[in-house]
């Protein structure tokens, strides 16, 4: 309970904070997105509590809706601010749990940041997870269609650890599969993880979904998977999730 009303103050007190980590395109070397990251950090840096722990005790409280409208708007009004700085942004991710999925204001949130900091809606990705999709699959059909008619990007997170049936990815229209950096993490010395990496990969090109790699952390692991057709690469080998200030130094003048 103690921690629940920190987590009142910290909203309220705007001890949040968001972290960028960015995406690329392992042939060009070229930034193709940025995955806005939660962060709860002591006035020291450290991290107070994980993203994990504050989103498991938001969605228990109900604070996972403001904070999760604020997530949005900051990182939409970042991603402008970058943009009226003449910097070329790539499109930028968004995590969403399964509590703000099912959120009936979703869509209009959505609307309401891309509105509000004049952005085009192919700037942003929404990051779901197969148990939030599965949860409810009929009504998550209907609320995935709505978001693409707004004209977002739809990325399936952690692909590979939840319990789903492989028919979702026929029947919702999602754009991207992100390999979880479990798999990814063991492919280059784990033939069960390199068999799943390689079969994750191949599903993806043949069904003409793009697919990116988490965790990404050797010249092994950026090897193994361009030499089986992952191209699209986030991990610790390329860079950590950065503060705005020094994300913004990754991108190039152009917009
Ligand atoms: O940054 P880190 O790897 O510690 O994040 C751990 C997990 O927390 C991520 O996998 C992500 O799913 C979740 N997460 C991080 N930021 C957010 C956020 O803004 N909203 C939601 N719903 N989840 C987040
Ligand atoms: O679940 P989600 O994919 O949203 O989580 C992203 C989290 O993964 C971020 O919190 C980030 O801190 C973490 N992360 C990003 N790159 C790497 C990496 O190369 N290795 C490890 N172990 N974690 C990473
Ligand atoms: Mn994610
Ligand atoms: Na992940």
Redesign the pocket.
């Known amino acids: 309970l103690e921690i629940e009303t920190a987590l009142r103050h910290a909203v309220a007190d705007n001890l949040l904070s ?2 960028y ?1 960015p995406q690329l395109d392992a042939r060009t070397g070229t930034v193709i997105g940025l995955e ?4 709860w950090n002591n006035s020291d840096g450290t ?1 107070y509590l ?3 722990q ?2 498991t005790i938001a969605e228990k409280n109900g604070l ?1 809706i403001p ?2 409208e604020w ?1 949005f708007h900051t ?1 939409c009004r970042q991603l402008r601010q970058w943009q009226h700085e003449g910097l070329a942004t790539p499109r930028l991710a ?4 399964a509590v ?1 999925f099912e959120e009936p204001g979703l869509v209009q949130l959505v609307q309401d940041a891309l509105q509000k900091n004049d952005l085009s809606p192919d700037y942003i990705e929404l ?1 779901l ?1 197969e148990s939030a999709i599965m949860h409810r699959p009929d009504d998550a059909k209907q609320k995935l269609l709505e978001l693409k008619k707004l004209g977002v990007w739809l990325a399936l ?2 692909f590979g650890t939840g319990y789903s049936s492989l028919s979702y990815l026929k029947l919702f229209p999602i754009d991207r599969i992100k390999i979880d950096r479990s798999f990814v993490n063991e492919a280059t010395t784990n033939n069960d993880d390199a068999a799943i990496v390689e079969t994750v990969i191949s599903l993806a090109n043949n069904m003409r979904m793009q697919v990116i790699a988490e965790g990404v952390e050797t010249q092994e692991h950026v090897e193994f998977l361009l030499a089986r057709g992952c191209h699209e690469m986030q991990g610790y080998y390329y860079a950590r ?1 950065l503060p705005a200030d020094q994300c913004g130094k990754l991108l190039i003048p152009g917009f």
């Open positions: 968001l972290v980590q806005a990251l939660l962060r991290p994980s993203p994990l504050i989103i996972i904070i999760g997530v990182a968004i995590n969403l749990s703000q990051e997870t997170d952690d999730p």
